[in-house]
């Protein structure tokens, strides 16, 4: 996930470090980037999800700075955040179940 703010690869501790830019970099360049997370290791991703709420989400948010927009993350910044975490929690859950891998994508 991201560490102090700023999104990047390796941040963080197992298994929410895997949650999103996590496990292996398979590709960055021309603003996309790509990784890989092991079918080993999806299981413990998806534990370390469930528990996660927008309470959690907006204390995590308020221990962190933003060097991007000059401080801390507005409302509007964690209410994006939250509505994208229900469907991160289902997606990592159905992975765990069917013992998939997980491939991260996103556009910068």
Not at 23 to 35: A, D, M, Q, T
């Amino acid at each position: 996930m991201t560490h102090e703010g700023e999104p990047a690869f390796g941040n963080g501790d197992f298994p929410l470090s895997h949650a999103v830019l996590g496990g292996v970099p398979l590709h960055e360049s021309g603003g996309y980037i790509v990784c890989h997370v092991t079918a080993e290791q999806v299981p413990a991703v998806a534990d370390a999800l469930e528990p996660l709420d927008g309470q959690w989400l907006r204390e995590r948010y308020a221990t962190l700075t933003f060097d991007a927009c000059q401080g801390t993350a507005d409302a509007e910044d964690i209410a994006c955040t939250q509505a994208f975490l229900p469907g991160l929690k289902q997606f990592h859950g159905a992975a765990a179940r069917e013992g998939r891998a997980v491939i991260f994508t996103v556009g910068q």
